[in-house]
């Protein structure tokens, strides 16, 4: 079993950034991938970024440039560094794990105001 914990998110201006955390625990050598997913309320929960442990990146097409998703394998952390927020961004973001089964962290609030 894997254990995910996200922390990181807040309010922030349009404009600003933020950098959320995931940590793993658990059985972390059998993941494959790890990703950030979002959902705002009434809409579909949506694919942010992911990496795989050779470090191929995926990037939605709505935060391409803007975000960044990295991992600190001795930290057990994975990360998403959000620059140039807007409110359209406002979500409750996910940590997911892929390691045969998919593992998903309890989420975490960015709102950002205009």
């Known amino acids: 079993q894997v254990q995910l914990v996200e922390s990181g998110g807040g309010l922030v201006q349009a404009g600003g950034s933020l950098r959320l955390s995931c940590a793993a625990s658990g059985n972390i050598f059998s993941i494959n991938v790890m990703g950030w997913y979002r959902q705002a309320p009434g809409k579909q929960r949506e694919l942010v970024a992911s990496?795989?442990?050779?470090?191929?990146?995926n990037y939605a097409d709505s935060v391409k440039g803007r975000f960044t998703i990295s991992r600190d394998n001795a930290k057990n952390t994975l990360y998403l560094q959000m620059n140039s927020l807007k409110p359209e961004d406002t979500a409750v973001y996910y940590c997911r794990a892929l390691y045969g089964i998919v593992a998903w962290g309890q989420g975490t609030q960015v709102t950002v105001s205009s």
């Open positions: 990496i795989t442990n050779g470090g191929s990146t």
